[in-house]
Protein backbone atom coordinates (compact mmCIF):
# COMPACT_ATOMS: atom_id res chain seq x y z
CA UNK A 1 0.00 0.00 0.00
CA UNK A 2 1.11 3.80 -0.46
CA UNK A 3 -0.39 7.01 1.04
CA UNK A 4 -0.98 10.27 -0.33
CA UNK A 5 -3.59 12.19 -0.97
CA UNK A 6 -5.87 9.35 -0.99
CA UNK A 7 -5.35 5.60 0.45
CA UNK A 8 -4.47 3.43 -2.58
CA UNK A 9 -3.20 -0.21 -2.42
CA UNK A 10 -2.93 -3.23 -4.97
CA UNK A 11 -3.65 -6.74 -4.80
CA UNK A 12 -0.85 -9.23 -6.60
CA UNK A 13 -0.64 -12.64 -6.70
CA UNK A 14 2.63 -14.30 -6.63
CA UNK A 15 2.90 -16.96 -9.65
CA UNK A 16 6.03 -19.30 -10.37
CA UNK A 17 7.07 -19.94 -6.95
CA UNK A 18 9.32 -22.54 -8.08
CA UNK A 19 11.51 -20.24 -10.35
CA UNK A 20 11.60 -17.17 -9.21
CA UNK A 21 9.33 -16.76 -5.75
CA UNK A 22 9.69 -12.72 -6.06
CA UNK A 23 7.82 -12.52 -9.36
CA UNK A 24 4.64 -10.90 -8.79
CA UNK A 25 1.69 -9.75 -10.87
CA UNK A 26 -0.29 -7.30 -10.27
CA UNK A 27 -4.38 -8.21 -10.23
CA UNK A 28 -6.28 -5.03 -8.98
CA UNK A 29 -5.61 -1.74 -7.83
CA UNK A 30 -7.82 0.18 -5.35
CA UNK A 31 -8.01 3.67 -4.24
CA UNK A 32 -9.87 6.04 -2.25
CA UNK A 33 -10.05 9.61 -2.26
CA UNK A 34 -9.74 10.75 1.38
CA UNK A 35 -12.04 13.94 2.59
CA UNK A 36 -10.57 17.38 4.33
CA UNK A 37 -10.63 15.85 7.70
CA UNK A 38 -8.85 12.22 6.39
CA UNK A 39 -6.18 13.99 4.80
CA UNK A 40 -5.01 15.21 8.10
CA UNK A 41 -3.99 11.92 9.94
CA UNK A 42 -0.89 10.58 9.86
CA UNK A 43 1.01 8.96 7.37
CA UNK A 44 0.81 5.39 9.44
CA UNK A 45 -2.84 6.46 10.11
CA UNK A 46 -3.54 6.98 6.09
CA UNK A 47 -1.65 3.86 5.49
CA UNK A 48 -3.63 2.13 8.05
CA UNK A 49 -6.62 3.01 6.62
CA UNK A 50 -5.48 1.76 2.96
CA UNK A 51 -5.40 -1.63 4.54
CA UNK A 52 -8.69 -1.25 5.88
CA UNK A 53 -9.99 -0.18 2.75
CA UNK A 54 -8.30 -2.78 0.24
CA UNK A 55 -9.54 -5.48 2.95
CA UNK A 56 -12.95 -4.42 2.23
CA UNK A 57 -12.73 -3.93 -1.04
CA UNK A 58 -11.04 -7.83 -1.62
CA UNK A 59 -12.76 -8.99 1.14
CA UNK A 60 -14.50 -11.70 -1.10
CA UNK A 61 -10.65 -13.37 -1.87
CA UNK A 62 -9.19 -12.83 1.59
CA UNK A 63 -11.95 -13.51 4.14
CA UNK A 64 -11.20 -17.36 5.39
CA UNK A 65 -7.01 -17.51 4.18
CA UNK A 66 -3.78 -16.77 5.13
CA UNK A 67 -2.30 -13.26 3.30
CA UNK A 68 -0.28 -10.56 3.10
CA UNK A 69 0.30 -7.11 3.46
CA UNK A 70 3.26 -5.02 2.34
CA UNK A 71 3.47 -1.18 3.39
CA UNK A 72 6.01 1.28 3.93
CA UNK A 73 5.02 2.51 7.15
CA UNK A 74 4.10 -0.76 9.60
CA UNK A 75 0.56 0.81 10.11
CA UNK A 76 -0.60 -2.26 11.45
CA UNK A 77 2.01 -2.93 14.19
CA UNK A 78 1.35 0.97 15.11
CA UNK A 79 -2.28 -0.32 15.25
CA UNK A 80 -2.37 -3.53 17.45
CA UNK A 81 0.51 -1.95 19.64
CA UNK A 82 -1.68 0.72 20.84
CA UNK A 83 -3.06 -0.62 24.24
CA UNK A 84 -6.61 0.74 23.99
CA UNK A 85 -7.84 1.90 20.96
CA UNK A 86 -10.21 3.79 21.17
CA UNK A 87 -13.09 5.25 18.05
CA UNK A 88 -12.35 4.87 14.56
CA UNK A 89 -8.66 2.68 15.39
CA UNK A 90 -10.94 0.30 17.94
CA UNK A 91 -12.87 -0.23 14.69
CA UNK A 92 -10.57 -0.77 12.65
CA UNK A 93 -8.29 -3.22 14.82
CA UNK A 94 -10.94 -5.03 15.62
CA UNK A 95 -12.02 -5.44 11.67
CA UNK A 96 -8.62 -6.90 11.05
CA UNK A 97 -8.75 -9.26 13.85
CA UNK A 98 -11.73 -10.89 11.63
CA UNK A 99 -8.33 -11.79 8.70
CA UNK A 100 -5.46 -13.95 9.00
CA UNK A 101 -3.32 -11.39 8.35
CA UNK A 102 1.17 -11.38 7.60
CA UNK A 103 2.61 -8.83 7.48
CA UNK A 104 5.73 -8.14 5.16
CA UNK A 105 7.77 -4.92 4.89
CA UNK A 106 8.29 -3.57 1.87
CA UNK A 107 10.69 -0.03 2.72
CA UNK A 108 9.68 2.70 0.24
CA UNK A 109 12.10 5.06 -1.51
CA UNK A 110 13.49 7.27 1.77
CA UNK A 111 14.67 3.75 3.31
CA UNK A 112 16.60 2.95 0.85
CA UNK A 113 20.75 4.38 0.13
CA UNK A 114 21.07 7.18 -2.26
CA UNK A 115 22.77 5.09 -4.56
CA UNK A 116 22.96 4.35 -8.14
CA UNK A 117 20.71 1.20 -8.16
CA UNK A 118 18.09 2.87 -4.96
CA UNK A 119 18.10 6.06 -7.99
CA UNK A 120 17.50 3.61 -10.78
CA UNK A 121 15.82 0.74 -9.42
CA UNK A 122 16.54 -2.00 -11.52
CA UNK A 123 13.48 -3.08 -11.98
CA UNK A 124 11.67 -4.69 -15.11
CA UNK A 125 8.63 -2.40 -15.61
CA UNK A 126 6.06 -5.38 -14.94
CA UNK A 127 7.98 -7.18 -12.18
CA UNK A 128 6.93 -6.24 -8.45
CA UNK A 129 9.92 -7.72 -6.15
CA UNK A 130 10.08 -6.98 -2.35
CA UNK A 131 13.09 -5.14 -1.79
CA UNK A 132 14.69 -5.22 1.62
CA UNK A 133 17.87 -3.51 2.21
CA UNK A 134 20.37 -6.81 1.53
CA UNK A 135 18.42 -7.25 -1.60
CA UNK A 136 19.27 -3.93 -2.94
CA UNK A 137 22.51 -4.60 -1.36
CA UNK A 138 23.02 -7.82 -3.65
CA UNK A 139 21.26 -6.48 -6.49
CA UNK A 140 24.35 -4.05 -6.70
CA UNK A 141 26.79 -6.57 -5.48
CA UNK A 142 25.79 -8.24 -8.23
CA UNK A 143 25.79 -5.78 -10.92
CA UNK A 144 29.31 -4.46 -9.60
CA UNK A 145 30.97 -7.98 -10.06
CA UNK A 146 29.24 -7.99 -13.69
CA UNK A 147 30.87 -4.86 -14.35
CA UNK A 148 34.22 -5.53 -13.48
CA UNK A 149 34.34 -8.93 -15.39
CA UNK A 150 32.98 -6.41 -18.88
CA UNK A 151 35.64 -5.08 -20.75
CA UNK A 152 33.36 -2.66 -21.54
CA UNK A 153 32.85 -1.58 -18.63
CA UNK A 154 36.13 -2.32 -17.09
CA UNK A 155 37.82 -0.01 -18.64
CA UNK A 156 35.59 2.76 -18.45
CA UNK A 157 35.55 2.67 -14.77
CA UNK A 158 39.86 2.42 -15.12
CA UNK A 159 39.43 5.48 -16.98
CA UNK A 160 37.33 6.93 -14.99
CA UNK A 161 39.36 6.25 -11.70
CA UNK A 162 42.31 7.88 -13.37
CA UNK A 163 40.64 11.18 -13.82
CA UNK A 164 39.12 11.00 -10.54
CA UNK A 165 42.64 11.52 -9.32
CA UNK A 166 43.86 13.94 -11.19
CA UNK A 167 41.16 15.83 -9.77
CA UNK A 168 38.40 16.87 -12.87
CA UNK A 169 34.93 16.54 -12.63
CA UNK A 170 34.52 12.65 -12.54
CA UNK A 171 32.34 12.35 -16.14
CA UNK A 172 33.11 11.00 -19.36
CA UNK A 173 30.64 11.06 -22.31
CA UNK A 174 27.96 10.95 -19.41
CA UNK A 175 29.39 7.93 -17.60
CA UNK A 176 30.17 8.37 -13.91
CA UNK A 177 31.04 6.36 -10.79
CA UNK A 178 28.93 6.53 -7.64
CA UNK A 179 30.11 6.97 -4.18
CA UNK A 180 31.34 4.28 -3.65
CA UNK A 181 33.58 4.20 -6.81
CA UNK A 182 32.52 0.57 -8.05
CA UNK A 183 29.16 0.87 -10.29
CA UNK A 184 29.14 3.16 -13.38
CA UNK A 185 25.78 4.64 -14.96
CA UNK A 186 25.54 7.28 -17.93
CA UNK A 187 23.44 9.96 -17.36
CA UNK A 188 21.73 8.50 -14.58
CA UNK A 189 21.04 5.20 -16.66
CA UNK A 190 23.14 1.73 -15.54
CA UNK A 191 24.98 0.59 -17.53
CA UNK A 192 24.36 -2.67 -18.70
CA UNK A 193 27.34 -5.44 -18.63
CA UNK A 194 27.46 -7.47 -22.31
CA UNK A 195 26.42 -10.85 -20.31
CA UNK A 196 23.13 -9.25 -18.98
CA UNK A 197 22.05 -6.88 -22.12
CA UNK A 198 19.68 -10.33 -23.11
CA UNK A 199 18.36 -10.74 -20.03
CA UNK A 200 17.59 -7.20 -19.66
CA UNK A 201 15.71 -7.11 -23.43
CA UNK A 202 13.86 -10.07 -22.31
CA UNK A 203 12.71 -8.47 -19.32
CA UNK A 204 11.79 -5.18 -21.13
CA UNK A 205 10.31 -6.91 -24.13
CA UNK A 206 8.98 -10.84 -23.27
CA UNK A 207 7.46 -10.31 -19.99
CA UNK A 208 3.92 -11.37 -19.57
CA UNK A 209 2.82 -7.53 -18.58
CA UNK A 210 5.38 -6.07 -20.80
CA UNK A 211 3.52 -6.56 -24.13
CA UNK A 212 5.99 -7.19 -26.47
CA UNK A 213 5.86 -3.49 -27.59
CA UNK A 214 7.68 -2.67 -31.00
CA UNK A 215 11.08 -1.28 -31.30
CA UNK A 216 10.60 2.09 -31.05
CA UNK A 217 8.86 1.72 -27.36
CA UNK A 218 11.00 -1.21 -26.24
CA UNK A 219 13.95 0.42 -26.90
CA UNK A 220 12.09 3.69 -24.82
CA UNK A 221 11.26 2.01 -22.00
CA UNK A 222 15.09 0.51 -21.72
CA UNK A 223 16.13 3.96 -22.21
CA UNK A 224 14.41 4.99 -18.98
CA UNK A 225 16.53 3.04 -17.17
CA UNK A 226 19.66 1.19 -18.98
CA UNK A 227 22.52 1.95 -20.95
CA UNK A 228 24.82 0.29 -23.22
CA UNK A 229 26.99 0.87 -26.75
CA UNK A 230 24.42 0.00 -29.65
CA UNK A 231 21.32 0.10 -27.31
CA UNK A 232 19.34 0.90 -30.63
CA UNK A 233 20.98 -1.79 -32.93
CA UNK A 234 20.27 -4.40 -30.30
CA UNK A 235 17.09 -3.91 -29.40
CA UNK A 236 16.05 -3.68 -33.36
CA UNK A 237 17.60 -7.17 -33.61
CA UNK A 238 15.85 -8.33 -30.83
CA UNK A 239 12.43 -7.17 -31.76
CA UNK A 240 12.28 -8.24 -34.90
CA UNK A 241 13.77 -11.69 -34.36
CA UNK A 242 11.02 -12.40 -31.72
CA UNK A 243 8.74 -14.89 -32.06
CA UNK A 244 5.54 -14.39 -30.71
CA UNK A 245 6.01 -10.48 -32.67
CA UNK A 246 6.72 -12.58 -36.04
CA UNK A 247 3.63 -14.91 -35.15
CA UNK A 248 1.24 -11.55 -34.44
CA UNK A 249 2.71 -9.31 -37.92
CA UNK A 250 0.10 -9.95 -40.33
CA UNK A 251 0.91 -12.35 -43.57
CA UNK A 252 1.18 -11.10 -47.29
CA UNK A 253 3.04 -7.77 -47.22
CA UNK A 254 4.43 -8.95 -50.14
CA UNK A 255 4.34 -6.41 -53.39
CA UNK A 256 3.67 -9.34 -56.02
CA UNK A 257 0.11 -8.95 -57.38
CA UNK A 258 -2.53 -12.00 -55.99
CA UNK A 259 -3.04 -14.56 -58.89
CA UNK A 260 -6.69 -15.77 -58.95
CA UNK A 261 -6.59 -19.59 -58.16
CA UNK A 262 -9.33 -22.21 -59.80
CA UNK A 263 -11.10 -23.63 -56.24
CA UNK A 264 -10.18 -26.92 -54.75
CA UNK A 265 -12.89 -29.40 -53.42
CA UNK A 266 -11.02 -32.19 -51.18
CA UNK A 267 -8.64 -31.81 -48.61
CA UNK A 268 -4.69 -32.15 -49.54
CA UNK A 269 -5.53 -30.87 -53.27
CA UNK A 270 -3.60 -28.10 -52.70
CA UNK A 271 -1.29 -26.94 -49.68
CA UNK A 272 0.45 -23.44 -49.31
CA UNK A 273 3.69 -23.42 -47.56
CA UNK A 274 5.85 -20.24 -46.25
CA UNK A 275 8.91 -19.70 -43.75
CA UNK A 276 8.77 -17.59 -40.96
CA UNK A 277 12.28 -16.30 -39.73
CA UNK A 278 14.36 -15.60 -39.10
CA UNK A 279 13.50 -15.60 -35.33
CA UNK A 280 14.32 -16.06 -32.01
CA UNK A 281 16.34 -19.24 -31.78
CA UNK A 282 14.88 -21.88 -29.86
CA UNK A 283 16.08 -24.32 -26.59
CA UNK A 284 17.07 -27.06 -29.40
CA UNK A 285 18.23 -24.28 -31.85
CA UNK A 286 15.47 -23.28 -34.33
CA UNK A 287 15.44 -20.82 -36.12
CA UNK A 288 12.78 -20.95 -39.34
CA UNK A 289 9.03 -22.37 -38.99
CA UNK A 290 7.76 -23.99 -42.05
CA UNK A 291 4.25 -23.35 -42.09
CA UNK A 292 1.95 -25.62 -43.85
CA UNK A 293 -1.63 -25.00 -44.59
CA UNK A 294 -4.16 -26.92 -46.53
CA UNK A 295 -6.76 -24.48 -48.33
CA UNK A 296 -9.92 -26.53 -47.79
CA UNK A 297 -9.49 -27.45 -44.17
ZN1 LIG B 1 7.91 -9.78 -29.09
Known sequence: ?????????????????????????????????????????ST????????????DVFRTYLYGRKFTVFTDHQPLEWLMRKS??????????????????????????????ADTLSRIP????????????????????????LQHEDNYCRRIIENLKKIKNGNKKGNINGYKLN?????????????????????????????ILAGHLGITKSLARLQRQYSWPNMRSDVMAY???????????AFGTSEAPLQPLPPV??????????????????????????VLSDYVS
Open 1 to 41: TTSTQSADSAATDEQDHSESGDLEFVIAYTCKHLNDREAKW
Open 44 to 55: TEKEAYAIIHSV
Open 84 to 113: EPAGRLARWASKLQEFDIVIGNRPGKSHQN
Open 122 to 145: ILPIAKVESKTEPQINNLEKEWTE
Open 179 to 207: EKQELIDRYGRIVVPIVKIREIMEENHDH
Open 239 to 249: VNSCLKCARRK
Open 265 to 290: NRIWERIAMDVVGRIQESVKGYKYIL
